[in-house]
């Protein structure tokens, strides 16, 4: 396995909150970027290392995403565009929605993976 080919988390295994790299699930400093790791909040709504919090996606998909405004929260700006321009339809409506639905199932590292 090369170093850009992405890995796993394993089940002792956790995201850096600072640089993404897999440490240990009991690791209160990251080897790769020395950064201290905190424990996430009470109700498992992470936030990844760029600022995003899972929750807050989660709700604007829920509440605004007919207009695309968890796209442009997660840095997506050519999909949010894309909703905006097609918001009449309601499809973007109905895609956020699920979107939000899925946000909230997801995993802290799966979402750290695909949106840190």
Same mark, same amino acid.
């Given at each position: 396995?090369?170093?850009?080919?992405?890995?796993?988390?394993?089940?002792?295994?956790?995201?850096? +909150?600072?640089?993404?790299?897999?440490?240990?699930?009991?690791? +209160?400093?990251?080897?790769?970027?020395?950064?201290? +790791?905190?424990?996430?909040?009470?109700?498992?709504?992470?936030?990844?290392?760029?600022?995003?919090?899972?929750?807050?996606?989660?709700?604007?998909?829920?509440?605004?995403?007919?207009?695309?405004?968890?796209?442009?929260?997660?840095?997506?700006?050519?999909?949010?565009?894309?909703?905006? =321009?097609?918001?009449?339809? =309601?499809?973007?409506?109905?895609?956020?929605?699920?979107?939000?639905?899925?946000?909230?199932?997801?995993?802290?590292?799966?979402?750290?993976?695909?949106?840190?």
């Amino acid at each position: 396995m090369t170093d850009n080919e992405p890995r796993t988390k394993g089940p002792n295994e956790k995201f850096c +909150q600072e640089c993404g790299a897999l440490i240990n699930v009991k690791a +209160q400093i990251c080897p790769k970027c020395g950064v201290g +790791q905190t424990a996430t909040g009470s109700m498992g709504f992470g936030v990844t290392p760029s600022g995003k919090s899972r929750l807050a996606a989660a709700l604007f998909a829920l509440l605004l995403g007919g207009i695309g405004v968890h796209k442009f929260y997660l840095g997506r700006i050519g999909w949010g565009v894309v909703y905006v =321009l097609f918001f009449w339809t =309601l499809i973007p409506a109905i895609v956020g929605f699920i979107e939000g639905i899925i946000y909230l199932t997801m995993t802290d590292e799966a979402f750290t993976a695909k949106y840190g």
